[in-house]
């Protein structure tokens, strides 16, 4: 079945293919009347899709990460594009190209995880060595990290997206370290590495992007602390030698304080050279990403310039048209 994109649907286009519903929701206006408020996705973008005057019986025909076929006409709305839709349609599985709806690259994994093992091998710390291997040897967790996200929005918000957004960090780290004599290589770039390794388990990546129960109720940053004891426990058995405690320490403090500050979700400050220097580079990978972003799905009719993005408290500049 013919289908434009999302990323290059365009103001005033008339619609009739189908979507994902990545979300859903059942609302009633001021005056009363209830319309759905749908968040359509496939492996380009997502788009906010609305249909007025709809009730019930529409909304309980199809579920969350159901496709739909939907008709409809996109238009500009408050600065963003949307499709107003006249009617929806839930639709087989087998009736969609899975290609059109798929975003894992599987060979961009492929890439990414060859180059993490690349850096990960240039560790010449013997423990912090054995404590890599012990996660790179474990085949279930590396088919996790290799298709789970990063986020549910904002950054690296696709499958494969955590593996990028951490060998980014990787590459940063061996940029920068070696300009700062007192910061230790070997465990800023484990830190790069650990950071986030909870988003496996925080993150359901399959279908729409969402937090686990285990997610919500304990978060990534816990679970990457309790990971990362479990892998010192198999680096002891394996190599017979006594991880350091300060060592342990010392990492466990990376993963605490990676986001900064408390308000951001930090237990703790970064109080290391190694963890202030993580958190930067995790602030400039995550930032430039999202930013990226926003330029490449703003459609804005000023060429050189975004839509102001509240999130940001800003337009962005694009580049002379």
């Not at 209830?34 to 019986?57: C, F, H, P, Q």
């Not at 599985?93 to 060979?107: H, L, W, Y």
């Not at 060592?247 to 993963?255: A, D, G, K, N, S």
């Not at 963890?275 to 580079?281: G, N, R």
Request: aromatic share 6%.
């Amino acid at each position: 079945m013919s289908r434009t994109a999302i990323h290059d649907l365009a103001d005033g286009m008339t619609l009739a293919q189908p979507f994902q519903a990545a979300d859903k929701q059942l609302r009633v206006n001021r005056q009363g009347g209830k319309y759905i408020l749908l968040k359509l996705s496939d492996r380009s973008g997502t788009i906010v899709g609305m249909m007025w005057n709809a009730d019930e019986t529409t909304f309980d025909t199809f579920d969350r990460g159901d496709y739909i076929h939907c008709t409809g006409r996109t238009q500009i709305h408050n600065g963003s594009l949307q499709v107003i839709l006249t009617e929806i349609q839930r639709m087989d599985p087998a009736e969609v190209d899975q290609s059109d709806f798929d975003r894992f690259d599987a060979t961009q994994a492929d890439n990414n995880f060859t180059r993490l093992r690349e850096l990960l091998a240039t560790i010449s710390q013997p423990a912090l060595h054995a404590l890599a291997q012990s996660y790179l040897n474990d085949e279930s967790f590396v088919q996790s990290f290799r298709q789970a996200a990063a986020a549910v929005s904002n950054h690296h918000a696709y499958p494969g997206g955590l593996l990028e957004h951490t060998v980014n960090m990787m590459e940063l780290v061996r940029l920068i370290s070696p300009r700062y004599a007192k910061v230790d290589t070997d465990l800023l770039l484990m830190g790069a590495f650990l950071h986030d390794l909870g988003k496996i388990d925080e993150l359901r990546a399959s279908g729409e992007i969402s937090y686990t129960d285990r997610g919500q109720l304990v978060g990534h940053i816990v679970i990457g602390v309790q990971r990362l004891g479990e892998k010192i426990a198999e680096t002891e058995a394996t190599t017979g030698q006594k991880f350091s405690t300060g060592l342990r320490h010392q990492l466990e403090h990376l993963i605490v304080s990676h986001h900064g500050v408390l308000e951001y979700g930090s237990p703790k400050i970064p109080v290391t050279l190694e963890a202030v220097a993580l958190h930067h580079i995790d602030n400039l990978d995550a930032k430039l990403a999202s930013y990226s972003s926003i330029i490449d799905s703003d459609i804005a009719a000023d060429g050189n310039w975004t839509n102001y993005t509240p999130s940001i408290g800003r337009k962005l500049w694009k580049g002379d048209s």
